[in-house]
């Protein structure tokens, strides 16, 4: 069944989301290798990290070149099936 309420976005555009997860040593690596893999041209300079108050969670915030709502959908699929990944936005 086809989400009805999904907004609907004019391809290709420039894509922002936020993975957030345990302040681990490696999160940010195992993000942005995730996101590589559906998104190949991802920038370093598209590639923010920053720590929650506390420092306990760490959230990764990329954007890039999408150009179908299927590699998005493909992405965040991935991404939410490892239990290291918290929240996705």
Request: aromatic share 8%.
């Amino acid at each position: 069944m086809k989400e009805t309420n999904a907004p609907q976005l004019e391809f290709p555009l420039i894509f922002p989301l936020k993975v957030i997860g345990l302040n681990e040593d490696d999160f940010e690596g195992f993000v942005v290798g995730i996101v590589r893999k559906h998104f190949p041209d991802l920038l370093d300079e598209n590639i923010i990290s920053r720590l929650s108050n506390g420092d306990k969670y760490l959230s990764v915030s990329v954007e890039f070149w999408a150009e179908s709502r299927d590699k998005i959908d493909a992405l965040c699929a991935e991404l939410a099936t490892h239990s290291r990944v918290k929240i996705l936005l």
